[in-house]
């Protein structure tokens, strides 16, 4: 199998995607606005329909601003046009706060974010414990632009700001040893009302290849839409892996640690034959229950809204595609 370990390939933008900054600097006037509601207000979505119907407050109140360049790496800026604030703040996954994608920013509010920390362990010659005001200077904030792919069949479009991954596990010099990068995340049961409740194992936990960690695109995430996250989104630190299902992404971190065996993860534990290691957006990969060859992006409803075809990778084939050369990804799903 051939691993690139050198993200120099990575970073040159080919000519197709180097876009004029003014063309940057509207697309980010206009996500502001999104993000203050003015182009969104959520009635037009059924998801924000759907919020509001349930009574979620659709906003904490106005969150701090994070500033960011605009990212360089290739492929880290998509031009489709982002979900609303309104929907991905609303319409979310986070099953230590419910099961119904209102639950999240309904049931949040006690959560504390803050002092937090990251303990990185395991197979480095660096173990250590960041706070997170370390972490937020530990890389330049950058802003990307990723479509999110959920397993369930929907997707949206959201702009991140975070730094690679890479850039704090390169922090920890990972040993020859290390294989893979286990992520586990909060689970405190005074603030998490479904943490103990038989939906999953606590702590959700997830998993990448070290080489998969490694990659430009994987992204260690404190912010979208120009401010900080969300507690619904995954305050104060989450990942963000655009090539892989969205559960993938595991929010609120607190430890990064590596091993030399693969870890199990939550959605493995729980249903093996349906959820693998690799999780990598396939559209020729069908859910043992449904098919994964279309899907709804949010936003897009409607009687007439088309379903759009889902890529290979989520998009991302020319950036990661590498990474899996011959491999059976029938078998490793
Ligand atoms: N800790 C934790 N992380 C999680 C989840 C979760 O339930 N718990 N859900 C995942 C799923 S299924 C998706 S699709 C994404 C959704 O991220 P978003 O709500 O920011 O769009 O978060 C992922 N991260
Ligand atoms: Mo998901």
Redesign the pocket.
């Known amino acids: 199998m051939l691993i690139r370990n050198d993200d120099k390939d990575w970073n040159h933008a080919r000519s197709s995607e180097i876009t004029p900054l003014g063309v940057y600097q509207d697309r980010r006037q206009w996500i502001r606005q999104l993000a203050a509601g003015a182009a969104g207000v959520g009635l037009t979505s059924w998801a924000g329909r759907d919020a509001l119907a349930q009574g979620a407050t659709a906003r904490p109140g106005k969150l701090p601003a994070l500033p960011a360049a605009i990212s360089k790496v290739a492929g880290a800026v998509t031009m489709e046009k982002p979900t609303t604030y309104q929907d991905?703040s609303t319409?979310?996954?986070?099953?230590?706060f419910g099961t119904d994608k209102a639950d999240?920013a309904r049931n949040s509010s006690r959560f504390q974010t803050s002092p937090w920390s990251v303990e990185v362990e395991g197979l480095v010659k660096q173990p250590r414990t960041f706070a997170l005001e370390d972490l937020l200077k530990l890389g330049a904030q950058e802003e990307r632009i990723y479509r999110?792919r959920?397993?369930?069949g929907w997707s949206?479009v959201?702009p991140w700001i975070g730094y690679s991954l890479a850039q704090l596990l390169k922090q920890v010099e990972p040993l020859g040893s290390a294989k893979y990068v286990e992520f586990v995340?909060?689970a405190d049961t005074k603030t998490m009302p479904y943490v103990g409740s038989g939906v999953?194992e606590w702590?959700?936990v997830?998993g990448l290849r070290l080489d998969e960690a490694m990659h430009p695109l994987t992204l260690l995430s404190f912010g979208?839409y120009g401010e900080i996250l969300p507690k619904?989104?995954?305050a104060p630190v989450?990942l963000v892996v655009p090539w892989k299902?969205?559960?993938?992404?595991?929010?609120?971190l607190v430890k990064i640690r590596l091993t030399e065996a693969q870890p199990r993860t939550?959605w493995n534990k729980s249903a093996p034959q349906e959820y693998g290691f690799y999780s990598n957006v396939n559209p020729n990969v069908d859910h043992p229950r449904w098919s994964q060859a279309s899907e709804r992006r949010i936003g897009e409803d409607g009687l007439f809204a088309k379903k759009r075809k889902t890529l290979m990778f989520n998009g991302y084939e020319a950036q990661v595609g590498q990474l899996y050369a011959g491999m059976d990804l029938k078998k490793f799903y």
Request: glycine letters at 6%; proline letters at 6%; hydrophobic letters at 30%.
């Open positions: 991905a319409y979310n996954n986070f099953y230590e999240p999110l959920c397993v369930e949206m959201i995340t909060a999953l702590p959700y997830e979208m619904q989104n995954g989450r299902y969205g559960f993938k992404s595991s929010k609120s939550a």
